[in-house]
């Protein structure tokens, strides 16, 4: 299948960068590394080790003549641990300040390369090559990078914006259908959060969105450009006009709670984000904030792509507030939340009183 490339840019106070979405893309990405090469610039990348064996070719094409790193696939290697690595492989593979380091990976890998740039030297210049459906309407865009630490996720991280996304299309076609459901609960988190016409066009459609879909670039695109759309106005989440950028954080308290006490790797990221937003739902209804009744046609969209709307397996209440509260977006010992006014309406709210928030817990099995 043949499809068109398209970039758009990213518009910071003081700089800019491109992301394109399409098919073939590859090519492009080697003459950006030609093109540094030529310059001088030394070049590594890090692999997710599941692509590799998905996509050969397409990881071979890219590392040509460049140093690379295969690390693990899963939650796990998003930690200290890898990160020490790879400052290590850059060190000995002689990288200075003019390099630059390719992301060939889905978000793990993205946070964790993007993290290991902002940090080597101080920092030098990454690309963001997405791999899963999560990672190129999510993770690659925005300049979050971090990696997770035993009392909760992205603890530690910084801001570090990459050189350009490059999102190929053809690299879906080898990802596991889980994989790709997971990617479609951030797709309908922008919905949720801001953007109505989406959220009614993905509830409407009558089959399963998947990789050989028509319309799968347009809808990246569309999610891409509302995330663009925030991170222009509050980069580095300091916003406390309706929310700003912590509005992409929709159900994530929640979701963030539920990889850590679960143990990472026992829910995929989006499945987690899931019965977050079932949570945010419900707590947004309890406060009062929200009136919309509707949550069946909502749990049934997450139903038709496989993701969950209650825990898989009860885990304790207890271990889930404690765990909400080492988030980081808990502010003054209060817990922060995005909620609902509406569909396609969110803002964020700070809670002392978390008898709401035991409740929703329960109602998706957490137990005491």
Avoid at 158 to 165: I, L, R, T
Avoid at 284 to 292: D, I, K, R
Avoid at 330 to 338: A, C, D, E, Q, T
Wanted: hydrophobic share 40%.
């Amino acid at each position: 299948m043949t499809q068109a490339m398209e970039t758009f840019w990213v518009e910071l106070e003081d700089r800019r960068y491109p992301i394109t979405i399409g098919r073939g893309i590859v090519d492009e990405l080697v003459k950006i590394r030609e093109d540094a090469l030529s310059k001088g610039k030394k070049g590594a990348v890090i692999i997710d080790e599941g692509l590799l064996e998905a996509c050969p070719a397409f990881c071979e094409k890219v590392t040509d003549s460049l140093v690379h790193l295969i690390l693990p696939s899963g939650e796990a290697t998003k930690s200290a641990h890898y990160l020490a690595e790879i400052w290590d492989f850059l060190a000995k593979s002689k990288i200075d300040r003019s390099g630059f380091l390719f992301a060939l990976g889905g978000g793990v890998i993205g946070d964790l390369t993007g993290f290991a740039a902002a940090t080597y030297l101080r920092g030098i210049s990454f690309y963001q090559v997405p791999s899963t459906l999560l990672a190129m309407v999510d993770s690659s865009v925005g300049g979050k990078t971090g990696i997770n630490l035993s009392s909760g996720k992205n603890l530690v991280g910084s801001f570090h914006q990459p050189s350009a996304v490059w999102a190929d299309l053809d690299l879906l076609d080898t990802l596991p259908e889980r994989e790709f459901s997971a990617g479609m609960a951030e797709v309908v988190k922008y919905g949720l959060l801001g953007d109505l016409g989406l959220f009614e066009q993905l509830l409407s459609e009558k089959e399963k969105i998947n990789s050989n879909s028509l319309g799968l670039g347009k809808l990246i695109k569309q999610c891409c450009v509302n995330k663009a759309a925030i991170v222009e106005q509050d980069e580095r989440e300091v916003s406390n006009n309706n929310g700003g950028r912590a509005l992409l954080n929709l159900g994530h308290t929640f979701a963030h709670a539920i990889e850590s006490v679960a143990g990472y790797g026992n829910y995929l990221h989006g499945e987690a984000v899931a019965i977050g937003m079932v949570c945010a739902w419900r707590l947004s209804v309890a406060l009062g904030h929200f009136t919309e009744s509707n949550e069946d046609a909502f749990i049934g969209f997450l139903h038709r792509y496989e993701l969950p709307s209650t825990l898989k397996e009860p885990l304790q209440l207890e271990k889930l507030m404690i765990a909400m509260c080492s988030d980081k977006k808990v502010s003054h010992g209060n817990l922060r939340f995005i909620l609902l006014k509406d569909v396609g309406s969110a803002f964020q709210a700070e809670l002392s009183s978390v008898t709401e928030v035991r409740e929703v817990w329960q109602s998706v099995g957490a137990v005491s």
